[in-house]
């Protein structure tokens, strides 16, 4: 990777960092990038999942205010994210390269109709907040037990999945809600990488520069990211989950 590739990849992770504290769907930046570098897909994967920690870890801590209270909670849903990040990582794994490439092209899709669709989502899930477990309840257990196999699998709009679930099965706030977000998200990234340190091939160039923008972006989303325009935000998104496609499918 050269030098202004890697500027490339950094400023990504900024990029990448900021959104995933906000909304979610920052994998949708850097893994393409990674990709257009030269990167085989299952390692910038693996690579984008290990950068993208610290990104979530300052993204969580910018919204420690909103975590007062919900210790009990995040600890049972965390272990739901944890157990799921560990069977998507060992899916990446022990699955045939060849059908990654096409199971992320479907995923990126997805990602990308969740991302458009979001504000519809939220305010059909409105409707429901008033008439919420408190807890969640065991079906919420599952869903996010599931979203953690999606996430450890193909990170890109696990927040988006995560403010939907909570937001439909929680009495609380979508501020609450998004920090509950940015910390499970941070769980199965980090279960996740943890397994792909021990037993996959990483890109640790690819890494660092994800990494040191991430960084960054978590603290810019924390504090400023919820004054960048929603249609502006999700038109980049989707912009380059398009391109993603198309260099997966064309590339």
Same mark, same amino acid.
């Given at each position: 990777?050269?030098?202004?590739?890697?500027?490339a990849?950094?400023?990504?992770?900024?990029?990448?960092?900021?959104?995933?504290?906000?909304?979610?769907?920052?994998?949708?930046?850097?893994?393409?990038?990674?990709?257009?570098?030269?990167?085989?897909?299952?390692?910038?994967?693996?690579s984008?999942?290990?950068?993208?920690?610290?990104?979530?870890?300052?993204?969580?801590?910018?919204?420690?205010?909103?975590?007062?209270?919900?210790?009990?909670?995040?600890l049972?849903?965390?272990?739901?994210? %944890?157990? *799921?990040? /560990?069977?998507? &990582? !060992?899916?990446?794994?022990? @699955? $045939?390269? +060849?059908?990654? =490439?096409?199971?992320?092209?479907?995923?990126?899709?997805?990602?990308?109709?969740?991302?458009?669709?979001?504000p519809?989502?939220?305010?059909?899930?409105?409707?429901?907040?008033?008439?919420a477990?408190?807890d969640g309840?065991?079906?919420?257990?599952?869903?996010?037990?599931?979203a953690?196999?999606?996430?450890?699998?193909?990170?890109? %709009?696990? *927040?988006? /999945?995560?403010? &939907? !679930?909570l937001g439909?099965? @929680? $009495?609380? +706030?979508?501020? =609450?809600?998004?920090?509950?977000?940015?910390?499970l998200?941070?769980?199965?990234?980090?279960?996740a990488?943890?397994?792909?340190?021990?037993?996959?091939?990483?890109?640790w160039?690819?890494?660092?520069?994800?990494?040191?923008?991430a960084?960054?972006?978590?603290?810019?989303?924390?504090?400023?990211?919820?004054?960048?325009?929603?249609?502006?935000?999700?038109?980049?998104?989707?912009?380059?989950?398009?391109?993603?496609?198309?260099?997966?499918?064309?590339?």
């Open positions: 990777m050269t030098g202004w590739e890697l500027v990849v950094v400023v990504a992770g900024v990029v990448a960092g900021a959104i995933n504290a906000v909304v979610g769907s920052g994998s949708l930046i850097t893994f393409p990038t990674l990709v257009a570098m030269g990167v085989d897909p299952v390692t910038a994967n693996v984008n999942t290990i950068g993208l920690v610290p990104g979530s870890f300052t993204g969580a801590y910018g919204y420690r205010a909103e975590l007062s209270g919900q210790r009990d909670r995040l049972r849903l965390g272990l739901a994210s %944890a157990l *799921g990040a /560990l069977i998507g &990582g !060992l899916l990446l794994l022990v @699955l $045939d390269p +060849g059908v990654f =490439r096409i199971v992320v092209v479907v995923l990126i899709a997805l990602a990308c109709v969740l991302v458009v669709i979001q519809r989502l939220n305010a059909l899930l409105a409707d429901r907040r008033e008439h477990h408190p309840g065991p079906v919420l257990w599952l869903t996010v037990l599931a953690g196999v999606y996430g450890g699998y193909f990170g890109a %709009a696990q *927040g988006v /999945l995560l403010i &939907g !679930l439909s099965f @929680l $009495d609380d +706030g979508l501020q =609450r809600v998004n920090a509950a977000k940015n910390v998200a941070l769980i199965v990234n980090g279960v990488a943890v397994l792909f340190v021990v037993v996959a091939k990483v890109d160039q690819a890494v660092l520069g994800v990494a040191l923008g960084i960054v972006g978590g603290f810019v989303g924390a504090r400023v990211g919820r004054r960048i325009p929603a249609p502006v935000l999700r038109g980049v998104i989707v912009a380059v989950g398009v391109a993603a496609i198309i260099v997966l499918v064309y590339g």
